[in-house]
């Protein structure tokens, strides 16, 4: 379980988390949303331990990891996959290096079981017919679900994902979203995710977290959170019609 | 958007804290456990690929002006049997590698500042160090050991290609022939002087690379900041390689190693 407790951070004069409270409910989708530029990655990059908090406490099953010295630090984050935005695959290697390079990079295994291992998060993600290509050549949606792979190639625990269908179409936002819950339901993740996708958040999510002015101001179950009258419906669904009808249409 | 005075300050003021954290980290991590061999390989490679071109099209330069200064001044004076000699001191003492530095500074410097900056700003390198990968040894630390020996090697050919170049030059604009031009070349050449500037090339390879990985590694922002970054470290590696010719020709004049 994931228990955050008055985050605060900061860049400069930029309050960006003002005591933020979130739980992560283990083998559960949690999304949190909010529009752009609200603090979503900020959060991410705080409970994985790459961006130190100003104040506050992460507790990741038990351990605080704004407190815990390299050693520690890096035992808790290998308990945690990263898709990270736009899927961060590192240009100068092919799918297959991308995916096998964690296992490779630490001689975790023998050649024989990486190229095992990689082609079957390769085939969880229906991308084992495009080992030899290179990110650069893939579509945004392929690019996306490589780095899926290559998050799970170390069996994390935990998976976040940082907008995983931002800048994707219909179909590939369906595919990527698809696979999410695949992996979800068949391997018990427990996954915390960051969007302002609203179909998404309908499809995957258990429970839905609200984050504005650098707060979690609600916390619902999904079926309570599509219901007229809950918080996270207000705010995300029935502003937008309200700022419509403001400008007269 | 009109850009206020003390924002231009500030971005510098970052540029140069970025170098000087880069210098903790990389001295901290150079002696850490896993040692990136197979990188440091990839790194040499590339280097010498791309700098190679652009630093041989400067030693041709270099024996274009050698060669109308020498040649100019030999015919005024009367002096073309010391032309070779000042000519191949000069190239191997100065000019060789100051123009290899900043040729490098420019070429690969500035390529490693804009591809490891990229790489912060598409998150590769947080994947990295979510994959309990650090990025300054697997990153930067290859691309400065691979600097380190890059540089006087192509600081070498650069001296073969200039004097070379020079003598092609002369024949061509003032006749001097060969045999007049390598009569008295060597003379004063002693080994300390070559030593030297291979050292010389290496050091400036060494704070040319770190600088520009410091630059990118600590880079936030967008495509505009990258460039703005850019910039920095090609004018911030340019002085550099200004100065650290500057240290070594004091060194030189006050122990006597390369004087002749
Ligand atoms: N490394 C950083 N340095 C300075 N400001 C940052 C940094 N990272 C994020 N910010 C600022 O924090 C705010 C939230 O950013 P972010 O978490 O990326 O938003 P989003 O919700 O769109 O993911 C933004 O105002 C951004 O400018
Ligand atoms: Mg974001």
């Given at each position: 379980m994931i228990e955050v407790k008055n985050l605060y951070k900061s860049f400069g004069e930029n309050?960006?988390?003002?005591g933020l409270y979130l739980t992560v409910e283990e083998r559960k989708a949690t999304v949190v949303i909010g529009r752009s530029g609200i603090g979503k990655s900020v959060l991410l990059r705080c409970i994985s331990g790459l961006l130190r908090p100003d104040s506050g406490e992460i507790f990741i099953d038990g351990d605080d990891i704004t407190k815990a010295s390299r050693a520690k630090l890096l035992k808790i984050r290998s308990k945690i996959g990263m898709l990270f935005q736009e899927g961060?695959?590192?240009?100068?290697?092919?799918v297959f290096e991308n995916v096998a390079f964690p296992l490779a990079y630490h001689q975790l295994y023998s050649e024989v079981e990486i190229e095992r291992k990689v082609m079957k998060y390769l085939e969880i993600v229906e991308m084992?017919?495009?080992?030899?290509?290179?990110?650069?050549?893939?579509s945004g949606g392929m690019r996306r679900k490589v780095a899926i792979a290559r998050a799970m190639i170390l069996e994390p625990k935990y998976l976040f994902y940082d907008e995983?269908?931002?800048?994707?179409d219909p179909y590939s936002s369906a595919v990527v979203e698809i696979m999410i819950k695949k992996l979800q339901s068949e391997l018990n993740i427990t996954s915390l995710i960051v969007t302002h996708d609203i179909e998404l958040t309908r499809f995957i999510a258990d429970y839905i977290a609200l984050l504005e002015n650098g707060k979690i101001t609600a916390m619902e179950s999904r079926d309570m959170a599509f219901?007229?009258?809950s918080l996270v419906y207000e705010h995300f669904i029935k502003r937008r019609e309200r700022i419509r009808a403001e400008n007269g249409y | 958007m009109p850009v206020k005075k003390n924002e231009a300050a500030n971005e510098w003021l970052y540029a140069g804290k970025s170098i000087i954290f880069m210098y903790g980290s990389f001295s901290y991590w150079l002696?850490?456990?896993?040692?990136?061999y197979r990188q440091l390989g990839e790194q040499f490679i590339r280097t010498m690929l791309e700098g190679f071109a652009t630093i041989m099209v400067g030693a041709v330069v270099q024996g274009l002006f050698l060669a109308w200064l020498g040649g100019y001044y030999g015919d005024r004076f009367g002096a073309y049997i010391w032309i070779g000699t000042a000519t191949t001191f000069s190239i191997f003492r100065e000019t060789s590698v100051l123009m290899a530095g900043i040729l490098f500074a420019a070429r690969v410097g500035t390529a490693f500042t804009v591809e490891i900056g990229s790489m912060s700003m598409s998150g590769q390198l947080d994947a990295l160090r979510l994959m309990a990968v650090e990025p300054t040894q697997h990153i930067v630390i290859p691309r400065v050991l691979a600097s380190v020996i890059t540089l006087p090697i192509l600081k070498a050919f650069s001296d073969g290609l200039a004097i070379f170049s020079t003598m092609v030059f002369l024949k061509m604009?003032?006749?001097?022939s060969f045999p007049i031009f390598l009569e008295?070349?060597?003379?004063?050449?002693?080994p300390s002087i070559i030593t030297l500037s291979l050292i010389k090339a290496g050091i400036m390879g060494f704070f040319v690379a770190l600088n520009a990985c410091g630059l990118g590694y600590y880079f936030t922002g967008g495509a505009v900041e990258l460039g703005k970054t850019t910039t920095k470290s090609t004018v911030i590696n340019f002085l550099y390689v200004m100065i650290i010719d500057l240290i070594f020709g004091i060194i030189v004049e006050l122990t006597g190693w390369g004087t002749v």
């Open positions: 309050d960006v988390l003002k961060a695959l590192f240009d100068s290697l092919t084992e017919k495009f080992v030899d290509a290179y990110p650069g050549e893939l995983p269908t931002s800048g994707l219901t007229e009258d | 002696f850490k456990d896993m040692f990136p604009w003032f006749g001097v008295h070349a060597f003379e004063f050449l002693k």
